[in-house]
Antibody
Framework: QVQLQESGPGLVKPSETLSLTCSVSGDSITSYFWSWIRQPPGKGLEWIGHMYYSGSTSYNPSLKSRVTTSINTSKNQVSLNLTSVTDADTAIYYC?????????????WGQGTLVTVSS | QSVLTQPPSVSGAPGQRVTISCTGSSSNIGAGYGVHWYQHLPGTAPKYLIYVDTNRPSGVPDRFSGSKSGTSASLAITGLQAEDEADYYCQSYDNSLSAVVFGGGTKLTVL
């Protein structure tokens, strides 16, 4: 059974970089695309982007200029970096496996990690 | 403002049927992109219920069903149970935004 677990600092200062890691167990990171999705407090879900181990990526245009992702195949992990954060980036961040479809859907998901942007 | 519009809340008594709507536009649902539905209990991992409009993955009870017409989609839940109380989200793709899009979510309360 595939399991995903997000980890990273729960508090980030404004203007700094948010860095998160998603550890995948029960499946090879090279077999699928992987996605990051977030949910600000009291709001709906927002897709951040997805990536493949080959380096292929697709990002939400609204965040593209600030997002980078990477995959560590030896550790079976995917990572997210979001630069120049503001209060608006406070959210629960989820990683999820991408299932190819028209359009793609997400399953399974991690339980999420709350990141608060505050000085 | 979410690209896909859902009612903020719906409610029903145990055993009843409820529907949750997901309204989009010509650049997402109306363009022919499929709609997926997720169930989310806060503090847990979201779980997918319906994929590509009407398909139910194994393990999801047949009390859950999806439909789509024009620029809208719906999730129907029959025989409501207390365990169905959760937030529900629809998801599709928008070709004008070039992005995966979600609805704002609907909180289902079982009375």
């Amino acid at each position: 059974q595939v399991q995903l677990q997000e980890s990273g600092p729960g508090l980030v200062k404004p203007s700094e970089t948010l860095s998160l890691t998603c550890s995948v167990s029960g499946d090879s990171i090279t077999s699928y695309f992987w996605s990051w999705i977030r949910q600000p407090p009291g709001k709906g879900l927002e897709w951040i982007g997805h990536m493949y181990y080959s380096g292929s990526t697709s990002y939400n245009p609204s965040l593209k200029s600030r997002v980078t992702t990477s995959i560590n195949t030896s550790k079976n992990q995917v990572s997210l970096n979001l630069t120049s954060v503001t209060d608006a980036d406070t959210a629960i961040y989820y990683c999820a496996r991408v299932n190819m479809g028209y359009p793609n859907w997400f399953d399974p998901w991690g339980q999420g990690t709350l990141v608060t942007v505050s000085s | 403002q979410s690209v896909l519009t859902q009612p903020p809340s719906v409610s029903g008594a145990p055993g009843q049927r409820v529907t949750i709507s997901c309204t989009g536009s010509s650049s997402n649902i109306g363009a022919g992109y499929g709609v997926h539905w997720y169930q989310h209990l806060p503090g847990t991992a979201p779980k997918y219920l319906i994929y590509v409009d009407t398909n139910r993955p194994s393990g999801v009870p047949d009390r859950f069903s999806g439909s789509k017409s024009g620029t809208s989609a719906s999730l129907a839940i029959t025989g409501l149970q207390a365990e169905d109380e959760a937030d529900y989200y629809c998801q599709s793709y928008d070709n004008s935004l070039s992005a995966v899009v979600f609805g704002g979510g609907t909180k289902l309360t079982v009375l």
